[in-house]
Each structure stands twice: as structure tokens, then as C-alpha cells.
């Protein structure tokens, strides 16, 4: 019974400080639209993707691969090597190679000081308080590798889909001419450079490959070692010629037209409603207190 009229009790002093509840919960509503009217638009453009026929073809590419059938004599296993679409996604998220990519781009500024873009102009908003471009200098301290790192992977998506090879590439951006932007350099780069080790470990093959056949004085190894020259150079030129080494676009990122963030409505809910939970808690601490003073 007691139980039941504090029950009662604490309804009835909800009802009672019903004002300052609507108050609080009204000073978070009014915080959360006031917050949101000032977060600026993100679009996200997305590129669809799949391994290219280089990457499929070239799983024994490898001198392992490529002198499975020496195994024997050389003492090398089968092929082990992991499929350099697999590799690419990987180096794609690293830091060194996103650090370079930054640099490259010279995107420090972009990414550390950056506050949204004009909608208009679609010119850049730069903090001051951050960065001074008239003197093209930090006013406070620059950011550091690791942190640009953890800002450019934060807005960067790499989602392979279920049941298939595609993988969506995608980048956020206050921009969203800057956002396809993103996309379209991010996958010219890992070509680039999947492109351009595969040139490299190819030379180096050819190379090693070289001195054992003229080591050997067996006509048979010889013939077997030069065929594998004819294959690594093959490779090496299809790594020179095809730009597309590793990814193939097939659903090219185009400048987005619709937000992806922030979600206003869905902000303003849930600040308001915490706003409403913490009036509701001060209020039934209020009320304990009152009781154990009684």
C-alpha cells in the first residue's frame, strides 16, 4: 500500500513540476535545432568495383607460383599467394599509403581545418581559428600523420556486397563534387601502385630468373628457366599497359545530389528525448531527497 501511494506521489510531483520538466526538455529541443541548423551537409559519393581480370589472372604471378613446377628441385611450394585485390583493399586502408596519398594531394588543410562548403560557391570553409590562408600557415598546432590517418579513414567506406566480388568504395565529403573527387583519385592511386609492384616484383623475377639459367649448364632447366622469363615478361607488360590493374569500375562514383548526413530529424528526437529523461531524473531525485528530509 505504501508502494502504491509513492507511486501516486511521485506522479503527482511529476505533475506538480510539470513546468520545470517541459522547461529542460524544451532547453534541449531548442539546443538540438539550434546545433543541427548549424552542422553543415555530407554527401557520400560511391564507386562499385570488382577485381580486374589481372587480378584474377595473376594469383600465380608469384616466382613461387610461377615455379610450382620446380618445386622439387627448388624446394618451393604451390602457389600461397593472396589474390592482389585482397592485398589492395588492405593496403588501400593503410596508413602509409594514406599518408601519402594526403600528401600527395596536399589535402592536410582539407581535412584537419576544413568547417563545410560554401552551397553556393561550393568554396571551402576554412576554420581560422585552425588554419590562416592569407599567411598559408597553422595558427594552431599542425596535425600530426597518424591523426590526418584517422580523419581521412574516418569518412573513407570500403564495403565488399555479400555473395559477390563487388565492393563499394565510397567518401564523405562537405562536398559533393568533392566527395566523387575523392573516390576517383583513391582508385586511380591503388591501380597506380598495385600496378607499379606488380612492374617491380616482375623485373625482379625476370632478373633472378636470368642469373640461374646462366648458372645452369642443363639445356632442360635452361629451356624451363626462359620460359619462365617468357612469362614474367608478359606479365610485366600487361602490368605497363593495363591502368586498370587491379580494380575495374563498373559503377563510377557520380556527384552525389542527396545528404547522407546529418540526419536533423532523427537528432532533434533523441536530444529532446534525453532532455525529457534528465528532467525527469532531477525531478524524482528532488522528490527523495524531500521525503528523507521528512
Do not use: C
Not at 87 to 93: L, P, R, V
Not at 171 to 188: N, T
Not at 204 to 210: A, F, H, T, V
Request: net charge negative; no cysteine; glycine share 4%.
Amino acid at each position: 500500500m505504501e508502494e502504491e501511494l509513492d507511486f501516486k506521489s511521485i506522479i503527482k510531483t511529476f505533475w506538480d513540476q510539470k513546468i520545470l520538466i517541459i522547461a529542460i526538455t524544451s532547453v534541449f529541443a531548442i539546443f538540438s535545432i539550434i546545433s543541427v541548423l548549424n552542422t553543415p551537409n555530407e554527401f557520400k559519393a560511391v564507386s562499385k568495383i570488382i577485381p580486374a581480370e589481372s587480378s584474377s589472372g595473376n594469383s600465380n604471378t608469384g616466382l613461387a607460383g610461377q615455379l610450382s613446377g620446380l618445386a622439387g628441385i627448388a624446394g618451393l611450394g604451390g602457389d600461397t599467394s593472396t589474390p592482389e585485390d585482397v592485398i589492395a583493399i588492405e593496403i588501400m586502408q593503410s596508413w602509409a599509403f594514406i599518408e601519402t596519398f594526403i600528401q600527395k594531394n596536399n589535402l592536410e588543410v582539407e581535412l584537419y581545418a576544413l568547417k563545410g562548403v560554401d552551397p553556393k560557391t561550393n568554396e571551402f570553409i576554412i576554420d581560422g581559428d585552425v588554419y590562416d590562408i592569407d599567411s598559408d600557415e597553422w595558427v594552431s598546432k599542425p596535425p600530426t600523420s597518424w591523426k590526418l590517418y584517422q580523419l581521412f579513414l574516418d569518412r573513407l567506406s570500403i564495403i565488399p556486397q555479400r555473395d559477390s566480388t563487388i565492393v563499394n568504395i565510397g567518401y564523405e565529403h562537405f562536398s559533393p563534387i568533392r566527395a566523387k573527387e575523392y573516390v576517383d583519385l583513391l582508385l586511380k592511386e591503388i591501380n597506380d601502385y598495385m600496378r607499379l609492384r606488380k612492374i617491380q616484383i616482375a623485373a625482379n623475377n625476370i632478373s633472378y630468373l636470368q642469373s640461374q639459367a646462366n648458372k645452369t649448364q642443363i639445356s632442360e632447366m635452361k629451356s624451363v628457366f626462359y620460359n619462365l622469363i617468357e612469362e614474367q615478361t608478359k606479365t610485366k607488360m600487361l602490368a605497363e599497359v593495363n591502368l586498370d590493374y587491379v580494380f575495374l569500375t563498373i559503377d563510377k562514383a557520380m556527384v552525389p545530389e542527396l545528404k547522407s548526413k546529418p540526419f536533423r530529424s532523427l537528432i532533434v528526437i533523441q536530444i529532446t528525448f534525453i532532455g525529457g529523461l534528465i528532467s525527469l531524473v532531477l525531478v524524482l531525485f528532488k522528490y527523495i531527497f524531500r521525503r528523507k528530509e521528512d
